[in-house]
């Protein structure tokens, strides 16, 4: 089991930057993957970004590489989402998730364990 919340949203222009960060307490961090995914209104949820139990392996959609890095700090246990060159279209609500997968994971169905999310709005 384990728990996590979500922060760093907010609204910004576009252009600009944001850094979520993702909280976890419960069972050891460094054994999940961990994901980032995005909802937008009317849309399904999608995957972003995840990285590797060790931070080794990172995966991003096209939507939105080169523009963001995921990272994370097992000593912490937090992943984050750095989120640069903002666009309208990266307007939603932004939830990190866990996975007991033994690689980096691109699908909802592979991660157990979510946080409640927080919303980021990129202004035109």
């Known amino acids: 089991q384990v728990q996590l919340v979500e922060s760093g949203g907010g609204l910004v222009q576009a252009g600009g930057s944001l850094r979520l960060s993702c909280a976890a307490s419960g069972r050891t961090f460094s054994t999940f993957v961990m994901g980032w995914f995005r909802q937008a209104p009317g849309k399904e949820r999608e995957f972003v970004a995840t990285?590797?139990?060790?931070?080794?392996?990172?995966y991003y959609t096209d939507n939105v590489k080169g523009r963001s890095t995921i990272s994370r700090d097992n000593a912490k246990n937090t992943v984050y989402l750095q989120m640069n060159n903002l666009k309208p279209e990266d307007t939603a609500v932004y939830y990190c998730?866990?996975?007991?997968?033994?690689?980096?994971?691109?699908?909802?169905?592979?991660?157990?364990?979510w946080g409640q999310g927080t919303q980021v709005t990129v202004s035109s």
């Open positions: 990285i590797s139990r060790s931070g080794g392996s990172t």
């Open positions: 998730a866990a996975s007991s997968s033994l690689m980096v994971a691109t699908t909802r169905k592979h991660y157990a364990y």
